[in-house]
């Protein structure tokens, strides 16, 4: 049986967005839906303006710095 929820996404820079993801309950694992998409809100209505792709190149340097 497979239900599906919302992940909250912190990056780097602090910025929160939210991802649709599939839960596998009998498996014990998940997998994001929309590997791409970016929500604004835990209901994943609205969506953002910036993708997932776009987020991690504009967030890279600051991990890469920490280290």
């Known amino acids: 049986m497979a239900e599906t929820e919302n992940v909250r996404v912190t990056y780097a820079d602090g910025s929160v967005y939210w991802q649709k993801v ?3 309950e009998d498996k014990g694992r998940f997998a994001v839906k929309e590997a791409n998409k970016l929500y604004l ?5 609205q969506p953002a303006s910036v ?13 890469r710095g920490a280290e």
């Open 22 to 24: 599939k839960n596998e």
């Open 41 to 45: 809100d835990s209901e994943c209505i």
């Open 51 to 63: 993708t997932r792709k776009e987020k991690l190149k504009e967030t890279k340097h600051l991990v």
